[in-house]
């Protein structure tokens, strides 16, 4: 009888043991799967970031990850990698479900943030559907953070759409048009501030300086419009672009292409001149006897006109490269950059009128080169072109300039001269606040926006009417941006993509946390591929 209770405890025991080990082993297989569901998370927010199709995962990514694992470690830890799911359909549902997630940590914030602001523009994509892109700015953690609030498409792209698609967004994700103080765009003011009256409505800064930089006088237009021509002639067509390349390089030329220009948001005119005047003698060559454009670059006048060009567009490129900056900087900022361009504009006016050409140095260069005396003609052209110049940045920037010189006390807080408009409340916090001496000594080393939020604790309604004025975008750039994400997402091969998960994750600034979106995403794990 003991004997057989002995053997009876022994099989009891050895059951044990034997479940223990199953658990372990199962308890192992989840772990092993749940890391393997957990890098196909992190492969496929690389793939999103880049920009990459869906099926780069299984296609080019699992393979080499397999072949770098068993050229290192050998073929037991290339099975374990084998459990990655990369197929096209999981890397599409891993970006979809990251994409929610950092879509709801957005909503998240902005709801927190006191105060809100928007920037938005419509683009068409490969198929030629206009899409509706929105970018929010707000208040997080005592900073300011921009991130793409939606891309959606639309039919018409009117006024009214576009409103609706923003307002049934707004809406639906429980955020409060009362807290919007800040809208830039190129149209769509009237309507969208029928909802948010208090909304400062902002003509998108790089969209005014093109506006300004389209105006031009007949003979120089007649220029612009030629060398247009000649650059498209060559660069348009393969085979000629293949053979101007060709002879550049047999002529030792620095450069061996013209640059194409195209009408773009951000003026590409100067760096497509100056190269054309750079390639002059190259190209005259090449042209000799196929077209009629040769004897434009013939005639000396001509190349006058077109150095003039070369050289004021390049230096309305360098303004507007500072403007696709700008959301680094403040308002005010952006406005002493125009400020200073004006006035040099009428600087570079008195110098031509004086016979001094230094301010343009492609024209200079040509001069000097050739010995040339430019006509009257030409100079009082080039004159009256700065005028217009000066008068059209004053048409687009002169009132918001003047309403800001009444905001002065924004960005020198510590002056004696209180605003009349300001209230009671308002102008006490401000003579507390210029007689803050460690304020004063701390306000230069701090970002204008950063010293604002950094007192509005102490001085709430001084830092209310700040950064209502702060806050608001002052260029459609990070949607310009966004767009040529959009392009290098959405290609040709792609065209049947639906474009809104995938480039939320591409161009978010918002730090995705995988493991959260694999917690939460938890009973839609399973080992499929």
């Not at 683009?123 to 208040?139: A, E, K, P």
């Not at 969208?192 to 930089?213: D, Y």
């Not at 077209?291 to 005639?299: A, K, P, Q």
């Not at 792609?494 to 809104?500: A, I, T, V, Y």
């Amino acid at each position: 009888m003991n004997k057989g209770k002995v053997t009876e405890v022994d099989f009891f025991q050895r059951k044990l043991l034997d479940m223990k080990s199953s658990k372990n082993i199962v308890s192992h297989f989840i772990n092993i799967n749940e890391n393997a569901v957990y890098a196909s998370y992190l492969i496929s927010l690389r793939i999103a970031r880049a920009g990459k199709p869906h099926a780069i995962g299984e296609d080019l990514v699992l393979p080499s990850i397999k072949d770098a694992v068993g050229a290192m470690f050998g073929e037991k830890e290339v099975k374990e990698i084998e459990r990655i799911p990369l197929s096209n359909n999981t890397v599409a549902r891993r970006i979809d479900e990251m994409a929610e997630w950092a879509e709801d940590e957005l909503i998240r914030r902005v709801v927190c943030s006191k105060y809100y602001t928007l920037q938005l523009d419509e683009s068409t994509d490969v198929q030629g559907l206009s899409q509706l892109l929105v970018f929010v700015r707000y208040i997080w953690q005592n900073d300011v953070h921009e991130d793409i609030l939606f891309c959606k498409p639309i039919s018409r792209g009117t006024a009214e759409e576009i409103f609706n698609a923003i307002d049934s967004y707004i809406k639906e994700k429980g955020l409060q048009w009362k807290n919007c103080f800040g809208i830039c765009t190129d149209g769509a003011r009237a309507i969208i501030l029928k909802q948010s009256p208090c909304a400062l409505w902002t003509h998108c800064s790089l969209h005014r300086e093109a506006l300004v930089s389209k105006a031009l006088p007949t003979d120089f237009k007649t220029v612009l419009n030629t060398a247009v021509k000649i650059v498209n002639y060559i660069k348009t067509k393969p085979l000629q672009a293949r053979l101007f390349q060709k002879l550049c390089e047999e002529m030792g030329s620095l450069h061996t292409s013209l640059l194409l220009h195209t009408e773009v948001r951000w003026l590409s005119r100067g760096k497509v001149l100056t190269r054309l005047v750079e390639l002059r003698n190259e190209v005259t060559i090449y042209l000799e006897g196929k077209t009629e454009y040769i004897e434009s670059l013939l005639d000396k006048e001509f190349i006058l006109k077109l150095t003039y060009l070369a050289d004021i567009f390049s230096k309305l490129n360098e303004l507007n490269l500072y403007l696709q900056g700008s959301n680094e900087s403040d308002i005010f900022a952006v406005h002493d950059r125009i400020r200073a361009f004006m006035k040099k504009l009428m600087l570079w006016k008195s110098c031509i009128e004086d016979g001094k050409y230094d301010c343009f140095e492609t024209l200079e260069t040509f001069i000097i080169e050739n010995q040339l005396q430019p006509k009257t003609n030409i100079l009082s052209a080039i004159s009256t072109h700065l005028s217009l110049l000066k008068n059209n940045f004053d048409a687009y920037f002169g009132e918001e300039m003047k309403k800001l010189d009444s905001l002065n006390w924004i960005c020198n807080p510590f002056q004696d001269r209180l605003p009349s408009s300001m209230s009671t409340k308002a102008s006490e916090e401000l003579i507390d606040l210029s007689e803050d001496t460690s304020l004063k000594n701390s306000f230069n080393r701090k970002q204008l926006t950063k010293f604002w939020l950094s007192v509005a604790g102490n001085y709430p309604c001084l830092f209310d009417e700040a950064i209502k004025v702060l806050l608001p975008f002052s260029t459609s750039y990070l949607c310009e941006a966004g767009f040529s994400a959009m392009i290098s997402i959405k290609t040709k091969y792609r065209n049947k993509l639906d474009l809104s998960n995938s480039l939320r994750l591409k161009v978010t600034k918002i730090e995705v946390d995988a493991k959260a979106v694999m917690t939460k995403n938890r009973k839609q794990i399973h080992p499929s591929h």
